[in-house]
């Protein structure tokens, strides 16, 4: 009877996120998705799963993933394409994932998530230099920056101050959802542990680049697993991107 009833009382979707601002699904611009069978079955997967919207973020990273709107765009049409050819009604948006280094410049119109949030990351090993300044000319730009996976950043391991400094600045924060299942380790585990206590996530994303990540996430889902872990924590995604504008 226990069990009869816990497995009543699963959630068992993911509807209660709904939309993934974050992840590597457009076809072979990046180190995501490299066509558009492959494309379309993350895409498949992830309605199945419950998101009513996606939001590709691929990366501009000039040293490895030189990407343009002019690419991103290509990409998202070429995969828009074959949802519409299927009939895929799920929403897909296009925006980019923006490498922090000394070859970011906002000279030119940035990829943006929706009119104003702005994706960026930086090493997993380095803090980048001028990244407290980066945030600052975003954000007097007009901009809200939104810094990916704080969690995996392992400078901030020791020393969460830095981090706290970014969000009294006003950045926003996104939890990969495979850091509270220990995808990445235990450190990073941890960090992600830390950060939802302290409610300093305002999103939180996929991330997908591959099978295996899909694979983790699916199994995580459907058992109520993830639900189990994060649920109840108020992710603004819905509030923030819900909307069909882009």
């Avoid at 816990?6 to 996120?17: E, G, R």
């Avoid at 699904?25 to 997967?45: E, H, M, Q």
Wanted: net charge negative.
């Amino acid at each position: 009877m226990f069990n009869f009833f816990s497995k009543k009382n699963k959630v068992t979707d993911i509807s209660w996120l709904g939309v993934d601002m974050h992840s590597h699904i457009l076809p072979g611009i990046d180190d995501g998705s490299p066509d558009v069978p492959t494309s379309i079955r993350f895409v498949k997967a992830l309605q199945e799963l419950g998101f009513n919207k996606l939001i590709a973020t691929p990366h501009i990273y000039k040293e490895l993933y030189p990407n343009t709107q002019e690419t991103i765009g290509a990409a998202k049409d070429a995969l828009q394409a074959e949802m519409d050819n299927q009939n895929i009604s799920l929403t897909l948006g296009a925006a980019a994932e923006y490498m922090v280094d000394q070859d970011f410049t906002m000279d030119k119109p940035l990829c943006k998530l929706d009119e104003k949030h702005v994706l960026i990351e930086m090493s997993y090993l380095n803090e980048s230099p001028g990244i407290s300044q980066t945030v600052f000319d975003i954000e007097i730009k007009g901009y809200k920056p939104i810094l990916a996976h704080p969690e995996r950043y392992t400078f901030y391991f020791k020393d969460k101050t830095r981090l706290k400094r970014f969000k009294e600045k006003g950045c926003l924060f996104q939890l990969n959802l495979l850091s509270v299942l220990g995808y990445y380790g235990k450190e990073v585990k941890l960090m992600a542990d830390v950060l939802l206590k302290e409610k300093m996530y305002d999103l939180a994303g996929t991330d997908l680049h591959h099978e295996r990540h899909l694979n983790t996430l699916t199994e995580s889902v459907l058992s109520g697993r993830l639900h189990e872990l994060i649920g109840n924590y108020h992710f603004r995604n819905q509030d923030v991107f819900g909307h069909d504008s882009i």
